[in-house]
Protein backbone atom coordinates (compact mmCIF):
# COMPACT_ATOMS: atom_id res chain seq x y z
CA UNK A 1 0.00 0.00 0.00
CA UNK A 2 1.53 3.13 -0.93
CA UNK A 3 1.07 5.58 2.55
CA UNK A 4 1.49 9.83 2.85
CA UNK A 5 2.34 10.53 6.42
CA UNK A 6 2.20 14.66 6.51
CA UNK A 7 4.40 15.78 9.65
CA UNK A 8 6.32 12.49 8.83
CA UNK A 9 9.35 13.71 10.57
CA UNK A 10 7.83 14.55 13.93
CA UNK A 11 7.36 12.57 17.21
CA UNK A 12 4.33 10.23 16.24
CA UNK A 13 5.24 10.38 12.60
CA UNK A 14 8.79 8.80 12.74
CA UNK A 15 7.29 5.95 15.16
CA UNK A 16 4.43 5.37 12.68
CA UNK A 17 6.89 5.08 9.81
CA UNK A 18 8.61 2.60 11.30
CA UNK A 19 5.80 0.40 12.15
CA UNK A 20 4.11 0.54 8.72
CA UNK A 21 7.71 -0.30 7.39
CA UNK A 22 7.90 -3.28 8.90
CA UNK A 23 5.46 -4.97 6.13
CA UNK A 24 7.06 -4.61 2.75
CA UNK A 25 3.83 -4.27 0.61
CA UNK A 26 3.67 -0.70 2.50
CA UNK A 27 5.69 1.92 0.00
CA UNK A 28 5.92 5.16 2.33
CA UNK A 29 6.57 8.82 1.78
CA UNK A 30 6.92 11.66 4.46
CA UNK A 31 5.99 14.65 3.99
CA UNK A 32 7.27 17.54 6.24
CA UNK A 33 8.43 21.25 6.15
CA UNK A 34 11.07 20.79 9.11
CA UNK A 35 9.50 23.03 11.28
CA UNK A 36 10.06 21.00 14.38
CA UNK A 37 13.00 18.91 13.38
CA UNK A 38 16.16 18.67 10.87
CA UNK A 39 16.43 16.60 8.09
CA UNK A 40 19.36 14.52 9.59
CA UNK A 41 16.97 12.86 12.29
CA UNK A 42 13.92 12.12 10.14
CA UNK A 43 14.36 8.76 10.43
CA UNK A 44 13.45 7.90 6.80
CA UNK A 45 16.49 6.06 6.17
CA UNK A 46 16.19 4.09 8.94
CA UNK A 47 12.70 3.05 7.68
CA UNK A 48 12.99 3.24 4.04
CA UNK A 49 10.68 5.60 3.19
CA UNK A 50 11.10 8.40 1.13
CA UNK A 51 11.54 11.58 2.12
CA UNK A 52 10.22 14.65 0.62
CA UNK A 53 10.80 18.42 2.36
CA UNK A 54 7.50 20.41 1.51
CA UNK A 55 4.48 22.33 2.95
CA UNK A 56 1.09 21.66 3.39
CA UNK A 57 0.21 24.66 2.64
CA UNK A 58 1.31 23.92 -1.16
CA UNK A 59 -1.30 22.84 -2.75
CA UNK A 60 0.26 21.84 -5.90
CA UNK A 61 2.51 19.53 -4.19
CA UNK A 62 -0.06 18.30 -1.84
CA UNK A 63 -1.98 17.91 -4.48
CA UNK A 64 0.62 15.63 -6.57
CA UNK A 65 1.87 13.72 -3.45
CA UNK A 66 -2.02 13.01 -1.95
CA UNK A 67 -2.88 11.97 -5.47
CA UNK A 68 0.09 9.40 -5.65
CA UNK A 69 -1.31 7.89 -2.05
CA UNK A 70 -3.61 5.61 -1.58
CA UNK A 71 -3.50 6.06 2.53
CA UNK A 72 -3.09 9.54 4.10
CA UNK A 73 -1.86 9.45 7.55
CA UNK A 74 -2.24 13.10 8.16
CA UNK A 75 0.02 14.42 11.49
CA UNK A 76 1.31 17.83 9.91
CA UNK A 77 0.73 20.81 12.20
CA UNK A 78 1.83 23.15 14.58
CA UNK A 79 1.45 20.35 17.25
CA UNK A 80 2.25 22.57 20.38
CA UNK A 81 -0.16 24.59 22.47
CA UNK A 82 1.91 27.38 23.12
CA UNK A 83 3.40 27.42 19.82
CA UNK A 84 0.11 27.88 18.42
CA UNK A 85 -1.11 30.51 20.51
CA UNK A 86 2.07 32.83 20.14
CA UNK A 87 1.87 32.42 16.15
CA UNK A 88 -1.95 32.75 15.08
CA UNK A 89 -1.19 32.90 12.07
CA UNK A 90 0.74 29.69 11.53
CA UNK A 91 -1.69 27.91 13.32
CA UNK A 92 -4.22 28.88 11.48
CA UNK A 93 -2.67 28.30 7.72
CA UNK A 94 -0.85 24.68 8.48
CA UNK A 95 -3.37 23.12 11.17
CA UNK A 96 -6.45 24.68 9.47
CA UNK A 97 -5.51 25.82 5.72
CA UNK A 98 -3.44 22.95 5.56
CA UNK A 99 -5.64 20.23 6.66
CA UNK A 100 -8.31 21.62 4.03
CA UNK A 101 -5.53 21.31 1.56
CA UNK A 102 -5.41 17.40 2.44
CA UNK A 103 -8.83 16.71 2.56
CA UNK A 104 -9.79 18.75 -1.58
CA UNK A 105 -6.79 16.69 -2.55
CA UNK A 106 -7.70 13.60 -0.98
CA UNK A 107 -11.21 14.37 -2.42
CA UNK A 108 -10.14 15.54 -6.28
CA UNK A 109 -8.04 12.36 -6.39
CA UNK A 110 -11.14 9.96 -6.28
CA UNK A 111 -11.37 9.30 -2.36
CA UNK A 112 -8.89 8.63 -0.40
CA UNK A 113 -8.53 7.03 3.36
CA UNK A 114 -7.52 9.68 5.47
CA UNK A 115 -6.64 9.36 9.09
CA UNK A 116 -6.07 13.04 10.85
CA UNK A 117 -4.81 13.34 13.73
CA UNK A 118 -6.76 15.32 16.38
CA UNK A 119 -6.32 16.16 20.00
CA UNK A 120 -8.05 16.06 23.01
CA UNK A 121 -7.40 19.66 23.42
CA UNK A 122 -10.80 19.89 21.59
CA UNK A 123 -12.87 19.09 24.53
CA UNK A 124 -11.11 22.34 26.50
CA UNK A 125 -10.72 22.00 30.76
CA UNK A 126 -13.62 19.49 31.47
CA UNK A 127 -14.18 19.08 35.17
CA UNK A 128 -14.86 15.52 35.07
CA UNK A 129 -12.91 12.86 34.10
CA UNK A 130 -12.69 10.59 32.27
CA UNK A 131 -14.29 12.55 29.35
CA UNK A 132 -16.87 10.65 27.26
CA UNK A 133 -15.79 10.64 23.61
CA UNK A 134 -19.35 12.43 22.62
CA UNK A 135 -18.47 15.37 25.81
CA UNK A 136 -19.28 18.94 23.98
CA UNK A 137 -16.39 20.79 22.27
CA UNK A 138 -14.91 23.69 24.00
CA UNK A 139 -11.58 24.58 22.87
CA UNK A 140 -9.89 27.03 25.01
CA UNK A 141 -7.42 27.98 22.64
CA UNK A 142 -5.90 28.40 19.26
CA UNK A 143 -4.60 25.12 19.07
CA UNK A 144 -7.93 23.38 20.14
CA UNK A 145 -9.92 25.43 17.77
CA UNK A 146 -7.36 24.55 14.90
CA UNK A 147 -8.00 20.97 16.12
CA UNK A 148 -11.90 21.14 16.06
CA UNK A 149 -12.40 23.38 12.39
CA UNK A 150 -9.87 20.32 11.07
CA UNK A 151 -12.60 17.75 12.05
CA UNK A 152 -15.40 19.48 10.75
CA UNK A 153 -13.58 20.03 7.63
CA UNK A 154 -13.52 16.22 7.75
CA UNK A 155 -16.78 15.81 8.28
CA UNK A 156 -17.89 18.10 5.81
CA UNK A 157 -15.95 16.28 3.48
CA UNK A 158 -17.20 13.22 4.44
CA UNK A 159 -21.19 14.36 4.14
CA UNK A 160 -20.40 14.75 0.66
CA UNK A 161 -19.51 11.29 0.38
CA UNK A 162 -16.38 10.58 -1.70
CA UNK A 163 -14.07 10.65 1.82
CA UNK A 164 -13.59 8.57 4.28
CA UNK A 165 -11.59 10.57 6.78
CA UNK A 166 -11.05 9.01 10.12
CA UNK A 167 -9.65 10.83 13.40
CA UNK A 168 -8.32 10.17 16.72
CA UNK A 169 -8.40 12.51 19.49
CA UNK A 170 -4.83 11.87 21.05
CA UNK A 171 -4.48 12.86 24.68
CA UNK A 172 -0.32 13.90 25.54
CA UNK A 173 1.82 11.51 24.66
CA UNK A 174 5.13 11.15 26.47
CA UNK A 175 8.33 12.38 24.83
CA UNK A 176 11.48 11.54 25.33
CA UNK A 177 12.94 14.62 23.50
CA UNK A 178 10.40 16.48 25.80
CA UNK A 179 13.44 18.58 27.64
CA UNK A 180 15.98 18.60 25.25
CA UNK A 181 13.92 20.69 22.84
CA UNK A 182 14.46 18.78 19.84
CA UNK A 183 13.40 15.94 18.36
CA UNK A 184 13.39 11.69 18.40
N1 LIG B 1 2.15 13.92 20.52
C1 LIG B 1 0.98 13.99 21.15
O1 LIG B 1 0.87 13.65 22.33
C2 LIG B 1 -0.27 14.48 20.41
C3 LIG B 1 -1.46 14.60 21.13
C4 LIG B 1 -2.61 15.04 20.43
C5 LIG B 1 -2.55 15.32 19.09
N2 LIG B 1 -1.36 15.21 18.42
C6 LIG B 1 -1.35 15.54 16.99
O2 LIG B 1 -0.66 14.50 16.31
C7 LIG B 1 0.08 15.06 15.21
C8 LIG B 1 1.55 14.71 15.34
O3 LIG B 1 2.03 15.18 16.60
P1 LIG B 1 3.56 15.09 17.01
O4 LIG B 1 3.63 14.99 18.48
O5 LIG B 1 4.24 14.07 16.17
O6 LIG B 1 4.04 16.57 16.62
P2 LIG B 1 5.43 17.03 15.96
O7 LIG B 1 5.50 18.51 16.14
O8 LIG B 1 6.54 16.20 16.49
O9 LIG B 1 5.19 16.66 14.43
C9 LIG B 1 4.49 17.49 13.56
C10 LIG B 1 5.31 17.63 12.30
O10 LIG B 1 4.62 18.48 11.39
C11 LIG B 1 5.59 19.25 10.70
N3 LIG B 1 4.96 20.45 10.16
C12 LIG B 1 4.55 21.56 10.82
N4 LIG B 1 4.01 22.45 9.99
C13 LIG B 1 4.05 21.88 8.74
C14 LIG B 1 3.64 22.32 7.46
N5 LIG B 1 3.06 23.52 7.28
N6 LIG B 1 3.85 21.50 6.40
C15 LIG B 1 4.45 20.28 6.56
N7 LIG B 1 4.88 19.82 7.77
C16 LIG B 1 4.66 20.60 8.84
C17 LIG B 1 6.65 19.57 11.75
O11 LIG B 1 7.90 19.92 11.19
C18 LIG B 1 6.70 18.28 12.56
O12 LIG B 1 7.73 17.41 12.10
C19 LIG B 1 -0.17 16.57 15.24
O13 LIG B 1 -1.21 16.87 14.33
C20 LIG B 1 -0.61 16.83 16.67
O14 LIG B 1 -1.42 17.97 16.74
C21 LIG B 1 -0.22 14.80 19.05
Redesign the pocket.
Known sequence: MHILI????????THLARRLAKNPEHSIVL???????SEERTGAAESGAEFVR????DLELITELVGKAEVVCH??????VVGAVQDLDYSF???VV?TYNVLRAAERSGGKKVIF?????VYGEKQRFPVSEDAALEPKNA?GVS?MAGEAYCRARTSRGTLSPVRR?????F?LDQYSGG?L
Open positions: TGGTGFIGLDNLYRCGDIRLAAQANSTNGASSREYKRSAGGRC
